[in-house]
């Protein structure tokens, strides 16, 4: 579906690691597709330590804008350090609408709060959490996103205190699919994949001898 790009020399490297840049090209890629997120236009971002000459600098100002990414609270975004399995669990729960200030998942002790979340929003496993951050995890993680239901918010009041910004009585819900074409699940609720990759479906659910799932893809009728 055009998310990964893989290596320069035509491998994946699945052992390997993304960076933090890494992370946010590929959530740029889920949300607005890649010929639209390669036309961003460069300019400087918010963090101190990517400039706007910087490879991914567009990316991660996009991912800042939509208020998926915070950086490390000190203006900096830390853009080659490696992506660890709660970071990215958190950028993907904000791709499908999660807000931190709203679930509580900033400050001190947000990566147990964003794992309990990821979990329970389908994104990510137990064992994805705990287990060594690979690019083989992270595309895992990226495709259970595309079956994961979007969210949205009723208002709330903000609060802010030093680098910590939360919403109180800010209410989530699931967002209703409306005329759109159920191409994922047939639930009434927009999936991921409904609202970004149109021509995505699941044509056939079915398990295999030993219970698994085994659904069946098509992409643009292929």
């Known amino acids: 579906v055009g998310v990964l790009n893989g290596n320069t020399d035509g491998t994946f490297g699945p052992e390997g690691n993304f960076t933090r840049a890494q992370g946010a090209t590929m959530i740029a890629y889920l949300t607005l597709g890649k010929t639209v997120a390669d036309a961003l236009p460069t300019s400087a971002t918010k963090f101190s330590d990517v400039p706007a000459n910087f490879w991914g600098a567009k990316y991660i100002q996009y991912c800042a804008n939509e208020g998926i990414i915070n ?14 399995s709660a970071q990215w669990a958190l950028m993907l729960l904000g791709a499908l609408g999660y807000s931190s200030k709203n679930e509580g998942i900033g400050g001190t002790g947000w990566e147990i709060a964003a794992t309990r979340l990821a979990m329970k929003a389908g994104v990510a496993s137990a064992d994805d ?3 060594t951050m690979t690019r083989d995890t992270a595309a895992k993680m990226a495709f259970n996103t595309l079956k994961a239901k979007t969210v949205a918010y009723s208002s709330g009041v903000d609060i802010t205190t030093g680098d910590t910004s939360i919403s109180v009585n800010a209410t989530r819900g699931y967002v209703l699919n409306g005329a759109a074409k159920e191409t994922i699940n047939d639930d009434g609720y927009m999936q991921f994949a409904e609202q970004h990759f149109t021509k995505l479906e ?3 659910k079915t398990v295999d001898a030993f219970g698994r799932p085994a659904d069946k893809w098509a992409n643009n009728g292929k």
């Open 71 to 84: 950086g490390y609270g000190n203006g900096k975004f830390g853009p080659d350090d490696e992506l660890t």
């Open 129 to 131: 959490m705990v287990g």
């Open 202 to 204: 699941i044509t056939e």
